[in-house]
């Protein structure tokens, strides 16, 4: 489903990711760990095909389509989800239309026709109840105001409300309590699909106690190191990083 192959990014001209290859599978979850600094937002940011994030060598391919030719919004039509490490607050813009107008966009890239309003509010409220989510906080700005955990929570909802088949999700664990932690690993499990693919980017061996990889990589100085199964990131929190990569 998705191929990383020898990718190579620099920022500002100064090389960031030095060679990174990474496959999955649809129905499978890996999870990226490393240090600070390692490169994981970054890989993030050139997946995502944020702005100032040069690919100077490597290929990315999703569903056989090169994912590097498309434009930052054609990667969300083509399923493509990307969870923020720092969720941006868009004061003036509510929740309710931000997710209205993303979905929208999403549908119109596929040539479907936008949702009713009264389908979306429908499908919205479901998915804010399934994580747990005040629907109040559905008619506030965009995280603005929100705790940390409230917006790694809202960053689910959107997910689900998207529905992608490739969800990449930087620290969406960091800041929270272990409460809020169950609510978004519950979020990431029901994203679970034999059709879609997750990619965990986290710091802590914490998440994975509740959401299961298939595959645990160690990322370090720009390159994947080691790659292994679930008990490489047990063995990660034991050892730290400096014994393990
Ligand atoms: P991680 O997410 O693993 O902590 P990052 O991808 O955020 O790592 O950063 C990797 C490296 O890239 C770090 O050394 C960081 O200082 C550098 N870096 C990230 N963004 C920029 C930038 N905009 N300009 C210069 N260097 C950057
Ligand atoms: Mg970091
Ligand atoms: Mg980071």
């Known amino acids: 489903m998705l191929k ?5 990014v620099a920022v500002d001209g100064k090389a960031i990711l030095k060679g ?41 391919t999703f569903k056989g389509k090169d994912l590097l030719d498309l434009e930052p919004h054609e990667r969300v039509g083509e399923g493509l989800f990307l969870g923020f490490q ?29 949702m009713s309003a009264a389908d979306f509010m429908k499908l919205i409220r479901a998915k804010a109840a399934d994580l747990q989510m005040d629907p109040e906080m559905l008619k506030r700005f965009v995280n603005v105001g929100f705790s940390g955990g409230e917006k790694k929570r809202n960053e689910m909802v959107q997910m689900a409300v998207l ?5 990449v999700l930087d620290e969406t664990d960091s ?13 990431i499990n029901a994203q679970r699909r034999d059709d879609t693919c997750i990619l965990l980017i986290t710091h802590y061996q914490r998440l994975l106690d509740y959401v299961q990889p298939d ?3 160690v990322m ?17 929190e034991e050892k730290g990083y400096a014994a393990v990569a």
């Open 86 to 114: 720092y969720p941006v607050e868009i004061p003036g813009v509510s929740n309710l239309n931000f997710m209205r107008t993303a979905l929208n966009s999403v549908r119109k890239y596929r040539g479907e026709d936008d």
């Open 163 to 167: 529905d992608p088949a490739f969800a």
């Open 175 to 187: 800041g929270l309590d272990i409460d809020a932690l169950k609510v978004v690993a519950g979020g």
């Open 4 to 8: 990383i192959d020898n990718l190579h």
């Open 215 to 217: 595959r645990v990589h």
């Open 20 to 60: 990174l290859s990474l496959e999955m599978n649809a129905g499978e979850v890996h999870a990226i760990m490393g240090p600070n600094g390692a490169g994981k937002s970054t890989l993030a940011a050139a997946i995502a095909g944020r702005d100032g994030y040069e690919i100077t060598d490597g290929s990315i």
């Open 220 to 236: 370090a100085n720009g390159r994947i190191v080691r790659s292994g199964g679930k008990d490489l990131a047990l063995e990660l």
